[in-house]
């Protein structure tokens, strides 16, 4: 069905396609039972103290305002990341800032945030409840004066909702948000919102979503807060704002954050990394370019005991899911391994 709707949908703006697709999903009316694959139990994983079906996420941004998770998680992904959420209601940059690069299999954005905010978002939660496991992708509104307290916003109001908080300060497209990278700034972050976690008395998994474009010796900064600072799964990684030059695509020179392909090994490299440097005291979870069982696979072999896609899924739709655990099962059988964990880390 999507190869029949596929030229239409990639003939029309990207963002009108995209809203087609979020209105669509909301009446989705397709049984979970359709995304299952034979041997999925070959891809369960145990992490964050929950029970992932399978280690395939839709990656923060698809559904920023948390209006189709429930839906997204039935078309077979192990869990669903919504957001990035600010406190207030905000449209972003202007338009157009989406563009298909079909002939890298990439996206470049710059929508800088577009979501409905905090509390019509946290109610739509309320009201929809949850039929997997979901992630809250918290961030600062781009007109606050105090970006700290719009992290420390989000996580009080997500924390009793979400099964994960996920504190983005890795998208390209809001001014200053990539400075929490700095040791000292990142460190006073994690501070304030350990403290909040302290006053609720929540032990809510934080995630950390970092940059692919920090340079080599910021790795060991973050991991070394990272570390000291209760973080229990570092998100590598976002966007990218280079590696342009060997792009095909006429919208290549476009301001904003590259997804897809392009990103794939670079995101990977970064895995290797950290996971070299985590030494086993936090998981990653590796996102960038997956569209296959290969590229997932080489991910997890790099080091990441979950995944996550964005771009993946709007070059391969629906079925995106089922599509790459098939292909995953099929190498880990090739492979002569039993469970997903068996693989994670053994490249490196
Ligand atoms: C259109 C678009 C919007 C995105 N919005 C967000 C966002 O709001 N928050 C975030 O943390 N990441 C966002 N991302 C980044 C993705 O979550 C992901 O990290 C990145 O696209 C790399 O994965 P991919 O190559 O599978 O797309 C966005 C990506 C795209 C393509």
Same mark, same amino acid.
């Given at each position: 069905?999507?190869?029949?709707?596929?030229?239409?949908?990639?003939?029309?703006?990207?963002?009108?396609?995209?809203?087609?697709?979020?209105?669509?999903? *909301?009446?989705?009316?397709?049984?979970? *039972?359709?995304?299952?694959?034979?041997?999925?139990?070959?891809?369960?994983?145990?992490?964050?103290?929950?029970?992932?079906?399978?280690?395939?996420?839709?990656?923060?941004?698809?559904?920023?305002?948390?209006?189709?998770?429930?839906?997204?998680?039935?078309?077979?992904?192990?869990?669903?990341?919504?957001?990035?959420? %600010?406190?207030?209601?905000?449209?972003?940059?202007?338009?157009?800032?989406?563009?298909?690069? *079909?002939?890298?299999?990439?996206?470049?954005?710059?929508?800088?945030?577009?979501?409905?905010?905090?509390?019509?978002?946290?109610?739509?939660?309320?009201?929809?409840?949850?039929?997997?496991?979901?992630?809250?992708?918290?961030?600062?509104?781009?007109?606050?004066?105090?970006?700290?307290?719009?992290?420390?916003?989000?996580?009080?109001?997500?924390?009793?909702?979400? +099964?994960?908080?996920?504190?983005?300060?890795?998208?390209?497209?809001?001014?200053?948000?990539?400075?929490?990278?700095?040791?000292?700034?990142?460190?006073?972050?994690?501070?304030?919102?350990?403290?909040?976690?302290?006053?609720?008395?929540?032990?809510?998994?934080?995630?950390?979503?970092?940059?692919?474009?920090?340079?080599?010796?910021?790795?060991?900064?973050?991991?070394?807060?990272? %570390?000291?600072? +209760?973080?229990?799964?570092?998100?590598?990684?976002?966007?990218?704002?280079?590696?342009?030059?060997?792009?095909?695509?006429?919208?290549?020179?476009?301001?904003?954050?590259?997804?897809?392909?392009p990103l794939q090994q670079i995101s990977t490299n970064?895995?290797?990394?950290?996971? *070299?440097?985590?030494?086993?005291?936090?998981?990653?979870?590796?996102?960038g370019g997956?569209?296959?069982?290969?590229?997932?696979?080489e991910?997890?072999?790099?080091?990441?005991?979950?995944?996550?896609?964005? %771009?993946?899924?709007?070059?391969?739709?629906?079925?995106?899911?089922?599509?790459?655990?098939?292909?995953?099962?099929?190498?880990?059988?090739?492979?002569?391994?039993?469970?997903?964990?068996?693989?994670?880390?053994?490249?490196?």
């Amino acid at each position: 069905m999507f190869s029949i709707l596929r030229p239409f949908l990639f003939n029309i703006d990207p963002e009108t396609a995209h809203d087609l697709a979020i209105k669509s999903l *909301k009446f989705n009316p397709l049984p979970s *039972k359709m995304f299952e694959v034979e041997d999925e139990q070959m891809l369960k994983i145990h992490l964050l103290g929950k029970n992932f079906p399978n280690p395939i996420g839709l990656a923060a941004g698809f559904d920023k305002s948390a209006e189709a998770y429930n839906s997204l998680l039935r078309l077979g992904f192990g869990y669903v990341e919504v957001g990035t959420i %600010t406190p207030l209601k905000q449209f972003g940059n202007p338009k157009p800032r989406v563009f298909r690069l *079909k002939d890298d299999y990439a996206l470049i954005n710059r929508l800088g945030f577009n979501n409905d905010g905090i509390e019509t978002i946290k109610n739509r939660i309320k009201s929809d409840g949850k039929k997997g496991i979901l992630g809250v992708n918290i961030g600062p509104n781009k007109e606050t004066k105090d970006q700290k307290n719009d992290f420390c916003l989000g996580l009080k109001n997500f924390f009793d909702i979400a +099964d994960y908080i996920t504190v983005n300060i890795s998208s390209p497209n809001t001014e200053g948000l990539r400075d929490f990278h700095d040791q000292e700034k990142l460190k006073d972050l994690l501070l304030a919102l350990n403290k909040i976690k302290k006053e609720n008395k929540t032990d809510i998994s934080l995630l950390l979503k970092v940059s692919p474009d920090i340079e080599d010796n910021h790795i060991s900064e973050i991991v070394d807060v990272a %570390t000291n600072n +209760d973080i229990a799964a570092i998100i590598l990684t976002n966007t990218t704002n280079v590696n342009r030059d060997n792009l095909k695509s006429e919208f290549k020179k476009e301001k904003g954050g590259l997804s897809g392909e392009p990103l794939q090994q670079i995101s990977t490299n970064m895995i290797k990394k950290f996971y *070299k440097q985590l030494n086993g005291k936090i998981p990653i979870i590796g996102v960038g370019g997956v569209n296959s069982g290969k590229s997932a696979y080489e991910k997890i072999i790099a080091g990441a005991s979950l995944l996550q896609l964005y %771009t993946g899924f709007i070059y391969r739709g629906p079925s995106t899911a089922k599509d790459i655990k098939k292909e995953l099962i099929q190498i880990l059988k090739a492979e002569g391994i039993n469970n997903i964990k068996e693989a994670i880390g053994k490249d490196v």
